[in-house]
């Protein structure tokens, strides 16, 4: 099974959750929606819906709502993060459209990313499962701590492998586990089955962000929608850098260091650089630890019976993970 | 009794919000601790924890730490919109001291006011009562729409009275009521109880904002800890400036347009702006619809008994809003 046949798997939710979206944005506040419309349907692939969904059908859900709402709070949480994570980065494109920042200025992003934190927690008081609950404050609280670490960390070339992975770990993978989490408990699964696909989920994060921050350097331009490099020249330190810097000469460290300092790296720096990484294996090491997670993930799916469709969309989600050129 | 006593009759209490702020906002990522101080003892009056801890003895809550945990929540929403509106307007001063954001920079605090948004929902989540969650995740996303129909009036010179009403009520006093609804679930209130008490915090929290707003302009610099003419710098139309406006001629209105399109106004301006709304008697006008309001809150009161010392609080509370010259 691959990615486009899982989705057609829970095609009726997944309609129903973008229906949801645009519900759940309305507000008499009319730039909400305007911003909304614009975040919401400009293609972002759902990965965090789809893991909410498959995890939830697997454990046997057979609601109608429950996952959809909870399919909106992570895509809405996700969103959030990332329009601030693009207003503190000024970033110009997002999904190769214009970021909603550049469009809205940062004042309303901001503050349009609060609401969107606000909603998430209105979804869920409304829903009002405590124990889910529980364990999304704490993801938020873990996302945040992570997004404040990789902030204090931007241009420092000392960060470890080990803080990196601390970093991604709180940033992406949390959220990530916590979807496929949240779908176990609907689905009522055992405790063994909710903590292996929370490990799942975790372990998938792992390597999409891994992958995320490999292509963030080797991706096509058009398909990325935003310029290559655009980690190092916003100072944000990632594996493929780290690797690169723990093995070149000393004269090639001062000329990284000079493009993380100032930002200022045009397309010829970064071809240079990757051709660096390259020649180094970079790419291949980040590829082979990606792999591994996965690997890892799947592993933590043998607590479930083989046969159910939904077990093998979640495997067909951790192979596109992997696979994805964008 | 004054403002002073009343805080007497909860000393105990306001002491345990003060340890209990500083333990929430442990964490291994280490500048979070050390903006948290920041930001939590620079001295906040703690007007939000007040109405809380007030209100739920008021009603009778005679227990130990739910009333401190939720006192913490809302000084957290409180400050974490505090921390995202220094943001936007660049503040480089707040209550006498560098902002945050002119100390660590725009893009930590974000981070810090998603955190602190994150806590405030980790500390309901765990307390686990899920009307007053909902509530909460109700006033969130009231404060989050107040905040975005604000930042998109900036510099609209065509705001009306009425607009302006709506901005403050999301932005300001939904959450105050809020602080006072709290209490009153806390302490086993009556429906018609809960009910006043939310329309009494409402009332103050108008009338809360509206002199804030009056003293932007009228303050002692010393002691407003940021200079006078900041909301007109920022474009922030607040209604000293609605009411001058309405009632000045065409090259004063130019003037005024002139100063909040560009920002640049200097003490002078400011000066000759603040003697023009004083003949035209605007903080007479401003002040005696504050004053309303807090008639109109103390009348809410009627419901309970007189005799108890918290009522005789809330009264002090209210009173002290419109006394208090910082």
Partial sequence: MDFKDTLTLIKDDLEKVEKAIGKYFESDVEIIPTIGSYL???GGKRIRPVMVLMSSRLCGYDGEDRHIAHSCVVEFLHT??????????????????????SKWGNEVCVLVGDFLFAKSFDI?????????????????????EGEVLQQVNVCNLKLTEDEYVNIIERK?????????????????????????????????GMAFQLVDDYLDYTADEERLGKPTGTDLREGNITFPLILLYENCNSEQRSRIGHFVENGEV?????????ELMAEQNVFQRVEARA???????????????SGSPYLDGLHAVADFVIERDL
Avoid: W
């Avoid at 045009?266 to 990757?274: A, F, S, V």
């Fill in 291 to 305: 792999v591994d997670y996965i690997k890892r993930a799947k592993s933590e799916l043998a607590v479930f019976d």
């Fill in 266 to 274: 045009n397309p010829q720096d970064i071809k240079e650089l990757t």
């Fill in 172 to 204: 992406t993978a949390t959220l990530i586990s916590t979807c496929c989490r949240l779908g176990a408990v609907l689905g009522g699964a055992s405790a063994d089955e909710e903590k292996a696909l929370a490990s799942f989920g975790l372990n998938v």
């Fill in 80 to 101: 959030a993060t990332l329009l601030h994570d693009d207003v503190i980065d000024a970033s110009p494109k997002r999904r190769g459209n214009p970021s909603a920042n």
């Fill in 124 to 144: 869920m008081a409304h829903d009002g499962d405590s124990r889910m609950l529980r364990i999304l404050s704490d993801t938020c609280l873990r996302m945040a």
């Fill in 40 to 42: 919401f349907f400009g």
